[in-house]
C-alpha cells in the first residue's frame, strides 16, 4: 500500500510529540526531579604523610665521651710587714704557690678591700676564762674588733663555748653582732668547756652560710680547755672506769686518753681546713698559761689548729695587750687575699694536700697561708 505523500509530511512530527509525551509521563511515574538527585560522593581524602621516626640515640660506645672535672682551691692569704702593718695592692704576680712541691698557676687575686669577710667569733662563757678578772674588758675588746674590721658587705656570727655549742648571734653585721657579743653573761658558777665541740660547729656553720668566694675566719677568746666535747667526755669517762676496774694502769690510762685528745685535735683541725677557714686564737689566761700543764696542752692545741690554717695564736699579757692583739688580728684581716687555683693533682680525694704559699719579690713580708687542704669530694 502505498502512502500518500500529503500523510508522509505531518507523521514526523506526531512521532516526535508521542515520544516526548512518553518521557513526560515516565519521569512523573518515579516521582524524580533534578533536585531529588542525590549528591556526587565527596572527593577521596589525601592520606597523611607518615611522620618518620627520628634515629636511634647515640650511646656512649658510639663516640669517645670527654668529661671534665675541675678542683677549685681557695687560699686566703695574709701579707704583713715587719711591723705587723698589712700590705695591700700587691699583684698576682708577687704571689708564688705550690702544691705538693708543684707550682700551681694563679688564677685570680682577691684583694683584701674586695672579697668580703665571713667571721665566725667563739667567746668562753666556763668558770675557767670568766673568773679571770677581765670578763667584761674581753667582751667590749671584741666588740671593738669587728666594729673596726668589718666593712658593710662583711658578716659575723657568734658562738657561746659553754657546755654546749650555742649560736647566739646568727650572721649579721659588724653593729648587731657586736651588741649581741656584750649581752653575754659570765657563768657565776663552774661550767663544763665543750670547746672542740664549738670549733667543729663553727666550721660546720661556714660551709653551710658562708658565701664560696668569701674569706672565712674562726676567731675563738678561749684559753682552749676541753673537759666536755663529745669525744673528749666519752674517752675521760672510759679511761676513768678503765682505770677504776684495773683494766690499766694510771700512767698508760693517761697515755691513751693523751693521744685521743691528739686525735680530737686533727679532727677539729682537719674540720677547719675543709671550710676553708683561718683559725685565730685569743687567749685570756696570760703569763700563767706557761705555768699549767693543762693549759699548755690546750694553748699548744689552739696553736696547732692556727698554723695549719694561716691564722695566729696570741696570748696577751694583760687587759691592754688584749687591744694591741685584737689590733694585730685587724691588720692581718685587712691584709688577707684569696688566691684561687685549680690543682692539677692526681691525689685522691680524701687525701691531704700539702700547699706553700710565698712572695719572692719581697722576701722580708710576713707571709701566712693555710698549710693544705682536703680535696672536697665530687
Known amino acids: 500500500m502505498k502512502i500518500h505523500g500529503g500523510w508522509g509530511k505531518h507523521l514526523g512530527p506526531v512521532l516526535l510529540a508521542a515520544v516526548l509525551a512518553l518521557f513526560f509521563y515516565a519521569s512523573l ?9 542525590p549528591p556526587p560522593p565527596p572527593p577521596p581524602k589525601p592520606k597523611p604523610t607518615p611522620t618518620p621516626s627520628p634515629p ?17 682551691v681557695m687560699v686566703p692569704v ?58 667584761i674588758f674581753q667582751q667590749n675588746a671584741a666588740a671593738s674588733f669587728l666594729r673596726q674590721v668589718m666593712k658593710p658587705s662583711d658578716r659575723a656570727a657568734v658562738f657561746t663555748i659553754g657546755q654546749q655549742p650555742l649560736l647566739v648571734s646568727p650572721f649579721a653585721s659588724a653593729e648587731v653582732a657586736a651588741a649581741k657579743l656584750q649581752t653575754i653573761p659570765a657563768a657565776t658558777s663552774p661550767v663544763p668547756t665543750a670547746f672542740y665541740d664549738t670549733v667543729a660547729a663553727a666550721a660546720k656553720y661556714l660551709v653551710e652560710h658562708s658565701a664560696e668566694r668569701h674569706r672565712r675566719v674562726i676567731l675563738v677568746i678561749s684559753d682552749g680547755d676541753d673537759n666536755f666535747s663529745n669525744l673528749v667526755r666519752e674517752l675521760t669517762i672510759a679511761e676513768v672506769r678503765a682505770s677504776q676496774r ?13 693521744a685521743r685528745r691528739e686525735r680530737a685535735v686533727l679532727d677539729v683541725q682537719k674540720a677547719v681546713q675543709q671550710a676553708d677557714a683561718a683559725f685565730y686564737s685569743v687567749n685570756p689566761g696570760g703569763k700563767s698559761v706557761h705555768l699549767n700543764l693543762i693549759s699548755m696542752r690546750a694553748q699548744n692545741a689552739m696553736r696547732s689548729i692556727a698554723e695549719s690554717t694561716g691564722g695566729t695564736a696570741f696570748i696577751p699579757d694583760s687587759e691592754m695587750d688584749l687591744e694591741r692583739v685584737f689590733s694585730e688580728v685587724a691588720a692581718e684581716l685587712r691584709g688577707q687575699y684569696l688566691l684561687h687555683y685549680y690543682s692539677n693533682s692526681q691525689t685522691s680525694a680524701g687525701q691531704f694536700r700539702s700547699i706553700k704559699v710565698a712572695v719572692p719579690t719581697h722576701p722580708e713580708f710576713r707571709v701566712r697561708a693555710r698549710q693544705g687542704y682536703y680535696p672536697k669530694q665530687k
Open 78 to 135: 695574709s701579707v704583713v710587714d715587719a711591723k705587723g702593718q698589712a700590705l695591700l695592692g700587691l699583684p698576682i704576680t708577687d704571689f708564688r704557690l705550690e702544691e705538693q712541691g708543684r707550682e700551681q698557676q694563679i688564677t685570680e687575686l682577691g684583694n683584701p678591700d674586695q672579697v668580703p669577710l665571713d667571721i665566725v667569733i667563739l667567746f668562753d662563757i666556763s668558770s675557767s676564762v670568766s673568773q679571770k678578772g677581765f670578763f
Open 56 to 72: 636511634p640515640a647515640l650511646k656512649d660506645e658510639d663516640f669517645d665521651v670527654i668529661r671534665v672535672t675541675s678542683n677549685l
Open 246 to 258: 684495773g683494766d690499766v694502769t694510771p700512767a698508760a690510762s693517761k697515755r691513751s686518753l693523751d
Open 29 to 37: 511515574a518515579s516521582g524524580q526531579t533534578l533536585q531529588d538527585l
